[in-house]
């Protein structure tokens, strides 16, 4: 996935201001330094390992040597880009400076397409997403994270990516993009949907299954709970309130129809209770770091 990644990025139109495409890869090696080392037409790739693991730490390390006015495009290794990918987050540069930060739009590619009432209980990751699919306010639209970009000054202003949280961290939650780009938005800082970045994201069939939409539920409400800790006061309390209604109201469902979940409603009823579940275990985990 990552040869077709780099090979992708190397089809595309480059500006001048393309400096590097830096690859880091965490954990253990499994030879992405050998694929980073092939000739992707002359496109600058640069390898570095990160021994820590964990997505936000890795971007950490990826923006601690940049500049401040670097503008950093983030992207996974399971994308296809458009050939105007490139140009069009570099010409967004040219007419925002500082304080801004960047998002682009993306296509859901399937290996294995989801039942159609599956997509209910599916994450934007998995399904695609544009800004004129919904209302735009440059004050609050948050973009995916494997499709946005920001200048590595702003990002550091804000205290860079909180490593306890988001894909491959010790509570290995989601919405880590979404808690720092809510972060530059407290500050001050504006959205700009960026439409000539558009991508494709690479869905895997075990991506469109009910036991994988299962997880991602008790993942995201796990990141729910970990804002709201952070946030406190009123909104704190509110979701305290709207995830126990979630809990007792599902996990009376779930007593009542059967633990099982063959019908819509016995999977309803299993999603939101994993949500509640997700967003409690959150609290669980900051009891256990203090103790």
């Given at each position: 996935?990552?040869?077709?990644?780099l090979?992708?990025?190397?089809?595309?139109d480059?500006?001048?201001?393309l400096?590097?495409?830096?690859?880091?890869?965490?954990?253990p090696?499994?030879d992405?330094?050998?694929?980073?080392?092939?000739?992707?037409?002359?496109?600058?790739?640069?390898?570095?390992?990160?021994?820590?693991?964990?997505?936000?730490?890795?971007?950490?390390?990826?923006?601690?040597?940049?500049?401040?006015?670097?503008?950093?495009?983030?992207a996974?290794?399971?994308?296809?880009?458009?050939?105007?990918y490139?140009?069009a987050?570099?010409t967004?540069?040219?007419h925002?400076?500082s304080?801004h930060?960047?998002?682009?739009?993306?296509?859901?590619?399937?290996?294995?397409?989801?039942?159609?009432?599956?997509?209910?209980?599916?994450?934007?990751s998995?399904?695609?997403?544009?800004a004129?699919?919904?209302r735009?306010?440059?004050?609050?639209?948050?973009?995916?994270?494997?499709?946005?970009?920001?200048?590595?000054?702003d990002?550091?202003?804000?205290g860079?990516?909180d490593?306890?949280?988001?894909?491959?961290?010790?509570?290995?939650?989601?919405?880590?993009?979404?808690?720092?780009?809510?972060?530059?938005?407290k500050?001050?800082?504006?959205?700009v949907?960026?439409?000539?970045a558009?991508v494709?994201?690479?869905?895997?069939v075990?991506?469109?299954?009910?036991?994988?939409?299962?997880?991602r539920?008790k993942?995201?409400?796990?990141?729910r709970?970990?804002?709201?800790?952070?946030?406190?006061?009123?909104?704190l309390?509110?979701?305290?309130?709207?995830?126990?209604?979630?809990?007792?109201?599902?996990?009376?469902?779930?007593?009542?129809?059967?633990?099982?979940?063959r019908?819509?409603?016995?999977?309803?009823?299993?999603?939101?209770?994993n949500?509640?579940?997700?967003?409690?275990?959150?609290?669980?985990?900051?009891?256990?770091?203090s103790?």
């Open positions: 996935m990552l040869r077709r990644t090979q992708s990025l190397s089809l595309c480059r500006p001048q201001s400096k590097e495409v830096l690859v880091v890869e965490n954990g090696r499994c992405v330094e050998a694929i980073c080392g092939q000739d992707f037409d002359g496109l600058p790739v640069r390898y570095h390992w990160s021994e820590a693991r964990g997505k936000n730490a890795t971007l950490n390390l990826a923006i601690q040597s940049l500049d401040d006015h670097e503008l950093v495009l983030m996974d290794d399971d994308l296809r880009f458009s050939p105007s490139l140009m987050y570099a967004a540069q040219v925002h400076s304080g930060f960047f998002g682009g739009p993306f296509v859901a590619e399937y290996e294995t397409s989801p039942p159609e009432w599956l997509r209910d209980y599916l994450p934007l998995a399904l695609g997403w544009e004129k699919s919904r735009f306010d440059e004050r609050s639209t948050w973009f995916l994270g494997f499709n946005w970009a920001a200048y590595a000054g990002l550091r202003r804000v860079g990516f490593p306890n949280i988001g894909p491959g961290s010790a509570s290995n939650s989601t919405g880590d993009e979404v808690r720092m780009q809510k972060l530059l938005h500050v001050g800082m504006r959205s949907f960026v439409e000539g558009l494709w994201h690479h869905v895997p075990e991506h469109c299954s009910e036991d994988w939409a299962l997880d539920a993942r995201n409400g796990k990141a709970g970990e804002y709201l800790r952070e946030c406190g006061g009123i909104k309390f509110t979701g305290h309130v709207q995830n126990g209604m979630r809990l007792i109201s599902s996990s009376t469902k779930l007593f009542l129809f059967g633990s099982g979940h019908s819509l409603s016995q999977f309803a009823a299993h999603y939101n209770r949500r509640a579940i997700g967003y409690f275990s959150a609290f669980d985990d900051q009891f256990k770091r103790a």
